[in-house]
């Protein structure tokens, strides 16, 4: 369910930059083989890097015989990437005198909604943008009626209802918390502000003025191929879907040379009437606190620089757009299978950046040693009183959470055991008397595990 980036990004603050060479086409193809070959996920990744007026591209799979699976006539789903392009439409509105990042987020909403403010101090258009407003990240009471396409069945009704049942803990502006709510409001109300679909303003303010031709939400273009989703253990997973204008917090789908034209956009290439708008998104508009942000952009030091970023998954796809303006260096990676539960496409995405940052390796299978089985074998709770069960089963993991059949677990090379049957993690983490226990990595979110006495046991 997570539309989350991953904030691996940061990490830059920490490395020396290194000189990086424009890329040919086959040097990124290499890259991207050392990178991805052989990983247990089988994703198929398209990638780009973009400097200097050059363009190098690559497109390939972990499992090489599924080299056919993504072209460039392949759309793929990239997720929070889209909050982006919905602030290039907010940035409009500010340069026609018609908005104000000081705007109260309840003058964009229809008259009467209940917004809720913290001892006085409302939620401005500002915060929603760098996602400090202190929203949740989903909207509250509004029940998902299908896990694998979790917000289609969202109306702008029931979001608006979903504000009268938030209290904020703090004042907006003062600490980041990233919200999917938020930005599903702000996509409805730019819609509704309008009199169009926001598909039609993405459309004729961004994806048409950048020539973004294969860029769609909902209505693909002829000779566009909508690619299919992956969970990490292969299985297809249903596209996602939003109704009411919602789909500005993640519903965009685009080619790989749809979103080298956005980089080209952001890197000073756009046409002379959206340039200040792509300008305006990634000013400073949040610097209270770590992640700096821009308007949707994550802003993170690279020495004397800064780079912006952002990362998208949905059920099948995840993505990563990050670029350094004064470097003029920017890069696209598309994968057609959701990572956000190993991590995202960080370590790829800012190696091709800066050579500084570690390429990372393929997630391979693997056996798991015997005694790591044993020490893991046990009962345990997870946060939030869900209660698992570790078993042993010859040279492999079963888990049977209370109430649920058992699944078996697969376990890779990163030393992460996984469900043969959705998406998730069992990352083992020792603990201070020497045995193990372990974190459940799901949705986006990181649960820990602990460990119950044995049965029997005297407590």
Same mark, same amino acid.
């Given at each position: 369910?997570?539309?989350?980036?991953?904030?691996?990004?940061?990490?830059?603050?920490?490395?020396?930059?290194?000189?990086?060479?424009?890329?040919?086409?086959?040097?990124? %193809?290499?890259?991207?083989?050392?990178?991805?070959?052989?990983?247990?996920?089988?994703?198929?990744?398209?990638?780009?890097?973009?400097?200097?007026?050059?363009?190098?591209?690559?497109?390939?799979? %972990? =499992?090489?015989?599924?080299?056919?699976?993504?072209?460039?006539?392949?759309?793929?789903?990239?997720?929070?990437?889209?909050?982006?392009?919905?602030?290039?439409?907010?940035?409009?509105?500010?340069?026609?005198?018609?908005?104000?990042?000081?705007?109260?987020?309840?003058?964009?909403?229809?008259?009467?909604?209940? $917004?809720?403010?913290?001892? !006085?101090?409302?939620?401005?258009?500002?915060?929603?943008?760098?996602?400090?407003?202190?929203?949740?990240?989903?909207?509250?009471?509004?029940?998902?009626?299908?896990?694998?396409?979790?917000?289609? !069945?969202?109306?702008?009704?029931?979001?608006?209802?979903?504000?009268?049942? $938030?209290?904020?803990?703090?004042?907006?502006?003062?600490?980041?918390?990233?919200?999917?709510?938020?930005?599903?409001?702000?996509?409805?109300?730019?819609?509704?502000?309008?009199?169009?679909?926001?598909?039609?303003?993405?459309?004729?303010?961004?994806?048409?003025?950048?020539?973004?031709?294969?860029?769609?939400?909902? =209505?693909?273009?002829?000779?566009?191929?909508?690619?299919?989703?992956?969970?990490?253990?292969?299985?297809?997973?249903?596209?996602?879907?939003?109704?009411?204008?919602?789909?500005?917090?993640?519903?965009?789908?685009?080619?790989?040379? =749809?979103?080298?034209?956005?980089?080209?956009?952001?890197?000073?290439?756009?046409?002379?009437?959206?340039?200040?708008?792509?300008?305006?998104?990634?000013?400073?508009?949040?610097?209270?606190?770590?992640?700096?942000?821009?308007?949707?952009?994550?802003?993170?030091?690279?020495?004397?620089?800064?780079?912006?970023?952002?990362?998208?998954?949905?059920?099948?796809?995840?993505?990563?757009?990050?670029?350094?303006?004064?470097?003029?260096?920017?890069?696209?990676?598309?994968?057609?299978? %959701?990572?956000?539960?190993?991590?995202?496409?960080?370590?790829? !995405?800012?190696?091709?950046?800066?050579?500084?940052?570690?390429?990372? $390796?393929?997630?391979?299978?693997?056996?798991?040693?015997?005694?790591?089985?044993?020490?893991?074998?046990? =009962?345990?709770?997870?946060? !939030?009183?869900?209660?698992?069960?570790?078993?042993?089963?010859?040279?492999?993991?079963?888990?049977?959470?209370?109430?649920?059949?058992?699944?078996?677990?697969?376990?890779?090379?990163?030393?992460?055991?996984?469900?043969?049957?959705?998406?998730?993690?069992?990352?083992?983490?020792?603990?201070?008397?020497?045995?193990?226990?372990?974190?459940?990595?799901?949705?986006?979110?990181?649960?820990?595990?602990?460990?119950?006495?044995?049965?029997?046991?005297?407590?």
């Amino acid at each position: 369910m997570s539309l989350v980036p991953s904030l691996s990004c940061l990490s830059l603050a920490l490395l020396v930059s290194t000189p990086a060479a424009a890329m040919s086409d086959a040097e990124l %193809a290499a890259k991207l083989g050392q990178r991805l070959h052989g990983d247990r996920t089988g994703a198929c990744l398209a990638v780009a890097v973009v400097e200097d007026g050059t363009v190098a591209r690559a497109y390939g799979c %972990a =499992d090489p015989a599924a080299e056919p699976r993504v072209g460039p006539g392949t759309a793929f789903e990239i997720g929070s990437v889209s909050k982006t392009m919905v602030a290039a439409l907010v940035a409009r509105e500010i340069e026609a005198g018609r908005a104000s990042l000081d705007d109260t987020l309840a003058s964009w909403l229809p008259e009467g909604t209940r $917004v809720p403010d913290f001892e !006085g101090k409302p939620i401005l258009l500002r915060h929603v943008l760098t996602h400090t407003g202190g929203l949740p990240a989903l909207p509250p009471g509004v029940a998902i009626a299908d896990p694998g396409n979790p917000y289609a !069945g969202m109306r702008a009704a029931d979001l608006h209802a979903a504000l009268g049942r $938030v209290t904020l803990s703090r004042a907006p502006g003062t600490a980041f918390e990233y919200s999917n709510f938020a930005l599903m409001l702000l996509s409805e109300a730019l819609a509704r502000r309008a009199g169009q679909p926001v598909e039609a303003l993405l459309d004729a303010h961004v994806f048409s003025p950048l020539g973004m031709a294969g860029a769609y939400l909902d =209505d693909r273009p002829e000779g566009v191929q909508a690619a299919r989703g992956h969970a990490p253990n292969r299985n297809v997973v249903p596209a996602w879907t939003f109704r009411d204008d919602t789909g500005g917090v993640g519903g965009v789908r685009a080619t790989l040379d =749809d979103m080298v034209a956005y980089v080209q956009g952001q890197l000073g290439g756009a046409p002379a009437d959206l340039q200040p708008l792509l300008d305006l998104t990634q000013a400073p508009a949040w610097t209270g606190g770590r992640p700096e942000m821009g308007m949707g952009w994550i802003i993170a030091p690279l020495n004397e620089r800064r780079v912006h970023v952002h990362e998208g998954g949905t059920g099948g796809f995840t993505s990563m757009v990050v670029f350094d303006r004064q470097a003029g260096r920017g890069v696209v990676v598309l994968s057609d299978t %959701a990572q956000h539960s190993l991590g995202g496409l960080g370590s790829l !995405g800012l190696h091709l950046l800066d050579p500084a940052v570690p390429l990372g $390796v393929p997630r391979r299978e693997a056996t798991a040693p015997g005694e790591l089985l044993d020490a893991l074998a046990g =009962d345990y709770q997870l946060q !939030g009183a869900m209660k698992m069960s570790v078993r042993r089963k010859q040279d492999a993991l079963e888990i049977q959470a209370e109430g649920q059949p058992p699944f078996a677990m697969g376990y890779d090379s990163a030393g992460d055991f996984y469900p043969l049957a959705f998406d998730a993690v069992l990352r083992p983490v020792p603990r201070p008397d020497g045995s193990l226990a372990f974190v459940w990595l799901q949705g986006g979110g990181a649960v820990p595990a602990q460990r119950l006495p044995e049965r029997g046991a005297r407590p």
